[in-house]
């Protein structure tokens, strides 16, 4: 059984100015009423002073105006970006999700400020003589936060709203590095298919050899067969790789919101793109660059104010109804004040069960917080281990490019001569293909290491401030 006390107020007409000011006193009195919200402390996390992976001896190049795919030296990257984070339908939803949370939010905080509203009545009876009434009023109903349950409920939303705004940040920052990645592999796949389209011609020009040397009995018809299948695995090589370039770039095509039909680059092969080393800063200071913390940071806020609402329910709630108004035809005023007051008595555990699930939920958006955190620094960490170790594989493989063209040349040159075997022409024509197209790939890898790095630690995008007031005591606060 709920119990409900109810009292109503009716005064002669001479004093309706006098009790509104006098409730209005009372109003913002109990506006400055009490917090249940716990007092909130970021969870804390032992942070190394430094990155374990990091280079001492490299050096840090600055970003220019934080759009760091500039720092890859390449106009047409620039331009997909740009487009990309203006028309990428992926990104447009994020953006409306970000208004829906804001509206949501509004809606919520209403509960913080009195409903006001105008109304009017007409009545005419014809019952053993004709009477008229006419009245105007208006009406105000107000919730009185005395233990601050709107306010927390106002700013859960507000967190949730921040959250969903990082999650955007988060889209638009990944969204960015899939643009660059997805068109350095569309850049390296045209690499690699005019480069095995090179060595199958280059192939094509040993079999003719080979056929000549047969047909004066210089080499057996087996030594012409081998040669016909290395030129014909170089040239099947080429719609393999075809297909995965055209797949590459119609996907970045939907990445930066345009049909793939017809979609073409300018730019052709990786060699005019620099490799950036992105300035890394302390571990620190990821936890303010990353949106992905912040939105799990926001998301632990906003469970937190839920724990006041909980604590609130609990409590006494007073509401008040105020109506004000004038009689159109008698003349007189019309007024009323009723105040509600309610306490839960019995509710079969519900408040109870509601605390301890909202409770169990900010231990739980603790514990995604510090993973979040950890996972966050183990992908800088990564990528800067990928970063350092690319660039020595880029060096490692340069060299053996160059080794292997020389070694074909030679071998060219004294199979022509007669002073080596084929088995060793057909090996250095191999071992070139797979030498130079493996360095195609690690260049590759190269850039995509520089762009993870970049993503890794939070991109171009400075985290705005939650827009929510955290409550400062420690404790329940006493009303």
């Known amino acids: 059984m709920r119990l409900t006390p109810r009292f109503e107020v009716f005064h002669p007409p001479h004093a309706p100015g006098r009790l509104f000011r006098a409730l209005a006193l009372a109003g913002l009195t109990l506006l400055g009423g009490c917090s249940l919200v716990p007092g909130y402390q970021p969870p804390a996390l032992p942070l190394a002073p430094r990155w374990s992976a990091k280079d001492p001896s490299t050096s840090p190049a600055d970003t220019q105006g934080g759009a760091w795919w500039r720092e890859f030296r390449s106009a047409e990257l620039d331009g997909l970006i740009a487009r990309g984070l203006n028309d990428n339908y992926t990104l447009k939803a994020a953006i409306s999700r970000v208004d829906q949370a804001r509206a949501i939010a509004q809606v919520a905080g209403a509960g ?3 409903n006001l509203s105008l109304g009017g009545n007409y009545q005419r009876q014809n019952n053993y003589g004709s009477t008229k009434k006419a009245s105007v009023f208006a009406q105000a109903t107000y919730e009185v936060d005395f233990w601050g349950k709107q306010r927390a409920t106002a700013d859960a939303s507000e967190a949730l709203a921040s959250a969903s705004q990082f999650d955007a940040q988060t889209l638009r920052m990944t969204l960015g590095a899939s643009i660059a990645d997805t068109y350095f592999q569309v850049l390296s796949l045209q690499e690699r298919v005019r480069l095995a389209q090179s060595i199958a011609t280059d ?4 079999l003719d050899l080979v056929q000549v040397q047969a047909s004066q009995g210089a080499v057996s018809s087996l030594e012409v067969e081998q040669q016909r299948n290395a030129q014909q695995t170089f040239e099947a090589a080429v719609p393999l790789l075809q297909q995965q370039l055209d797949a590459a770039l119609y996907q970045l095509a939907v ?6 039909e017809g979609f073409k680059l300018q730019q052709s092969g990786l060699d005019a793109l ?14 303010r660059q990353r949106p992905d913390v912040q939105a799990a940071e926001a998301r632990l806020m906003s469970a937190n104010f839920d724990v006041g609402v909980a604590r ?3 409590l006494p709630n007073l509401s008040l109804d105020l109506l004000g108004g004038v009689d159109t035809l008698a003349g007189g005023h019309l007024w009323s004040v009723v105040g509600t007051l309610a306490q839960p008595v019995f509710s079969g555990g519900q408040l109870t069960g509601q605390l301890h699930a909202d409770q169990a939920h900010v231990q739980e958006l603790t514990a995604s917080y510090r993973e979040s955190i950890i996972e966050a620094l183990r992908d800088v960490e990564t990528q800067l281990s990928a970063a350092r170790q690319l660039d020595q594989a880029y060096v490692l493989n340069q060299a053996a490019v160059e080794s292997a063209r020389e070694a074909a040349r030679l071998a060219q040159v004294r199979y022509r001569l007669g002073s080596t075997d084929f088995q060793t022409l057909l090996v250095v024509e191999r071992t070139q293909y797979q030498a130079e197209d493996s360095l195609l790939q690690v260049r590759l890898q190269h850039l995509q290491a520089a762009v993870g790095l970049f993503r890794a630690i939070g991109g171009d995008f ?12 420690s404790q329940v606060a006493q009303p």
């Not at 192939?203 to 040993?206: E, G, H, K, L």
């Not at 990445?255 to 793939?260: D, E, I, N, R, T």
């Not at 400075?462 to 005591?473: G, I, Q, Y």
């Open 203 to 206: 192939a094509s020009q040993v």
């Open 312 to 314: 609130a329910a609990f």
């Open 255 to 260: 990445l930066v919101g345009v049909p793939p």
């Open 274 to 287: 620099q490799v950036p080393q992105p300035r890394v800063g302390l571990p620190v200071g990821l936890l």
């Open 462 to 473: 400075s985290v705005p401030t939650l827009a929510v007031s955290p409550s400062s005591p």
């Open 112 to 114: 913080q400020y009195p």
